[in-house]
């Protein structure tokens, strides 16, 4: 695994690659896996959320098949659609369907989703869902679009100030994007900044992109990722 960063990234935060997403997907479930293993020796219980989209089913499988006591891992998500969670756009689908087998059979999940008609109905219970966790989060695994968005952190939302406000204590927040259906359920970015470890998990050369422009603009309401690009982020990318 390769370390080499992009010139534009800020000298703090790791950049790691390989040549492909499997390989790259191996390489950060043991990483994970080094960061729970440490969490539950010392406190006995370990809390991480992932994130949804096509990049990180590699990784779904390849945590599946860690060999750790999963019974004392706590696992959401860090932001879900506000879909039925049998509906093909759901992320805690894709959750159930690629990580929570195997060896992660027993993991503690808690969804996001809930009875709510609307998320932003059902945030207050989804919020007290969570706080059966060890809060703050042990680990924070993001993803990108290609607009800046990270999580339900999306720039043409009306709820983006609130959402990014480092004032704002709620763990979640609802969202509605106009560049993308359906309404969503997700971590605030104080909740996100405050997690232990982040990793930013990216494959193809647009999300380098969007990297250098959030970068370039220095704006965290049109590119929400750049908040994140700071001390203690690491970066996993592959072509």
């Not at 590699?58 to 959401?76: C, G, I, Y």
């Not at 932001?79 to 195997?102: F, G, Q």
């Amino acid at each position: 695994m390769r370390s080499s960063k992009t010139y534009y990234l800020p000298e703090h935060v790791g950049f790691y690659s390989t040549n492909n997403s499997e390989s790259l997907a191996i390489d950060l479930s043991q990483n994970i896996r080094e960061v729970l293993l440490e969490t539950i020796k010392k406190r006995g219980r370990a809390s991480m959320a992932v994130s949804g989209g096509s990049t990180p089913i590699p990784l779904f499988e390849a945590l599946s098949h860690l060999d750790l006591d999963w019974s004392k891992v706590d696992l959401t998500l860090v932001d879900d659609r506000w879909v039925e969670s049998d509906h093909k756009d759901s992320n805690e689908l894709l959750v159930k369907s690629h990580l929570i087998k195997n060896k992660a059979v027993n993991v503690n999940f808690v969804p996001l989703k809930n009875n709510a008609s609307t998320a932003k109905e059902g945030q207050i219970s989804s919020e007290e869902a969570l706080k059966s966790f060890t809060l703050p989060f042990d680990i924070v695994v993001l993803g990108l679009g290609t607009d800046g968005h990270t999580a339900s952190l999306f720039p043409c939302s009306e709820e983006i100030r609130s959402a990014m406000d480092l004032d704002n204590n709620d763990c979640l927040v609802a969202t509605t994007p106009t560049s993308a259906p359906y309404e969503r359920l997700g971590m605030t970015a104080r909740a996100i900044m405050d997690a232990k470890k982040v990793f930013l998990h990216l494959n193809g050369s647009t999300k380098l992109h969007a990297l250098e422009k959030a970068m370039d603009l220095k704006d965290v309401y049109k590119m929400p990722i750049y908040v994140f690009l700071d001390d203690g982020l690491d970066i996993y990318w592959s072509p």
